[in-house]
């Protein structure tokens, strides 16, 4: 193979791989968010409850209030986009008479620091950078897993999140998923989509 076919196979799988990344949506969430100014960024300070009151995803109505859809997602492991696993095991731990919150506390412009806190005693705890960035704050918590050679034999699969406020105040997670796979250029099966869960300010 000549170098120039190679440069070419490798110039459309890096083109492939960035149409393919995860990418935000305010779509399903516009008439609620607030789009903070910069000075702004601390009004993210503050407790929150653990699970979503409202979902917004895909072409399902915006005010996704069923309880049986959000009692499932907990705020602190969506958030800091740890395995299902521990997740799994702190339900299994978690005491239904405790109380449990979701804490911010934005240290700069930088650096927000999420911590999960139970009866007014933090129990977990991830200090995140990030940016400001089209009324939110990014996360720099990117995730991305690539098997095999991505658009040719294989695929990635990415997500990534943000966060801001709504109007009234409560805490918005979005997040962006990508997953896409291919076989010698030809796309094959995959999926991408954003989600957006609501949570009460405390």
Known sequence: MTNRKINIIILTVFSFTILSCASFSKKRFRKE????????????TGNYS????????????PNDRI?????????YYFLTNESYDKKIKFDSLKNID????LSLNLENTNKIRVELV????IINDTLFSGKYKNGMFYLDNKYIDCNGVPFLFGGCR????????TKNGNLLINEAVSNEGALLLIIGTGYSYNVTYEYERK
């Open 67 to 75: 309880p049986d859809s959000l009692k499932s997602n907990n705020g």
């Open 33 to 44: 968010v607030s789009n903070l100014e910069k000075t702004e960024l601390n009004k993210l």
């Open 98 to 101: 405790n109380d449990y919150i």
């Open 158 to 165: 990415n997500n990534k999140r943000r966060i801001g406020l």
């Open 118 to 121: 139970e009866n007014s005693k």
């Open 50 to 61: 653990l699970n979503p009151i409202r979902r917004y995803l895909g072409k399902e109505k």
